[in-house]
């Protein structure tokens, strides 16, 4: 098969060994989506590292199916959040890295994710900054919430009905699962699905985020609705998230 030769702005994910001297990476890029490929003789060179996650820039690499040919990596620019937001850093990377297939051309989520982690590198508040990444990912693949059901809701001359009072307080309340989005909450619904009302709901809409717990709830909307989009195995990175040293994201 013939090889061709390609130069694309890319974002590394991750990094690791592979046989001998070489290095496995995988990129994100704006071009081709996602690339996987080999750095021959990697570990077997005096120079300092140059491929590892958070770094942008130049990949100009072998243009096949399957793992390329990395033959050089420039860097431009250098991502790499503080020591606090790092697993929040790591959580954008793997989502992408779950999101986004081989040869997928996601160019507005390059762009996107390159300027989430400068925000979170410039001191952007991590937790706010994930669910608006979170959210657009979402959106951008066809997996969107759709916080419309609720517009009448909010209306406060709207009625509703015994039925749709139906949270503890006797306010309207909604459910949200994969097969039909956000819906009335009935109280033979399933323990498991998520019940919000209408005022979280339009806070997470408008990404207000200011009334105590509802970016915790927002947390809880957007990472279950990413499960048919990502899988259910647990993320790496949400397990650094959830250490009680980590800021809360």
């Known amino acids: 098969m013939t090889k061709t030769r390609n130069t694309l702005r890319a974002l590394v994910l991750r990094t690791r060994a592979y046989r001998e001297s070489s290095l496995l990476v995988d990129f994100f890029s704006r071009e081709r989506g996602r690339v996987s490929g080999v750095q021959r003789g990697y570990r077997s060179r005096k120079s300092q590292r140059t491929i590892q996650p958070f770094l942008a820039g130049e990949l100009d690499s072998s243009m096949r199916p399957g793992l390329v040919n990395i033959y050089a990596f420039d860097t431009t620019d250098d991502l790499t959040p503080v020591p606090g937001d790092y697993a929040s850093g790591f959580y954008l990377l793997e989502l992408i890295f779950r999101a986004i297939g081989e040869g997928q051309e996601e160019p507005d989520l390059y762009d996107v994710l390159l300027l989430a982690l400068a925000a979170l590198k410039a001191g952007a508040p991590a937790a706010v900054l994930l669910r608006q990444f979170e959210r657009r990912l979402l959106e951008d693949l066809g997996y969107g919430v759709n ?3 609720v517009v009448d809701a909010l209306d406060s ?22 097969d039909e989005g956000l819906t009335l909450y009935h109280s033979d619904a399933p323990e498991h699905e998520l019940k919000y009302t209408a005022a979280e709901l339009s806070d997470i809409a ?3 985020y200011d009334r105590p717990g509802v970016i915790t709830r927002a947390r809880r909307l957007f990472q279950y609705a990413l499960i048919p989009l990502i899988g259910d195995k647990p993320l790496e990175s949400r397990k650094l998230l959830d250490q009680p040293y980590s800021h809360e994201a």
């Open 157 to 178: 001359t709207v009625e509703a009905d015994s039925a749709e009072r139906n949270d503890e307080r006797g306010l309207r309340a909604y459910t949200f699962t994969h």
């Open 147 to 149: 916080f419309d059901v």
């Open 206 to 208: 408008a990404e207000n």
